[in-house]
């Protein structure tokens, strides 16, 4: 079974920094593309960022490219997402994700973590 686990979260204000972790069992982290998805309360869960298993690839959505960095270190089991020059508009729960699909924009996670918050005030 898939196990992920977001750490980092946290309240910051507007064009604060926050880096998210996501830590993956043994078992699951190289096979798998990875990502993070946002979901603000009363919205629907968004995609943010993708990274392919090696880590030579990565997508990132129009709203926070320019200001987020998706990274992963296989040896180390850990998927990061740097947020620089936050906006209150991030405001969301931030879940880790895990798919064998390819990544894209439209990518979406087979296995999800159980989220972390990210709260950014103006």
């Known amino acids: 079974q898939v196990q992920l686990e977001e750490s980092g979260g946290g309240w910051v204000q507007a064009g604060g920094s926050l880096r998210l972790s996501c830590a993956a069992s043994a078992r699951t982290f190289t096979p798998y593309n990875m990502g993070w998805f946002s979901q603000a309360p009363g919205k629907e869960r968004e995609f943010v960022a993708a990274?392919?298993?090696?880590?030579?690839?990565?997508v990132l959505s129009d709203s926070v490219k320019g200001r987020f960095t998706i990274s992963r270190d296989n040896a180390k089991r850990i998927m990061s997402l740097e947020m620089n020059s936050l906006k209150p508009e991030d405001t969301a729960v931030y879940y880790c994700?895990?798919?064998?699909?390819?990544?894209?924009?439209?990518?979406?996670?087979?296995?999800w973590g159980q989220g972390t918050q990210v709260t950014v005030s103006s």
């Open positions: 990274i392919t298993w090696s880590g030579s690839s990565t």
């Open positions: 994700a895990a798919g064998r699909q390819p990544i894209s924009l439209s990518w979406w996670g087979d296995y």
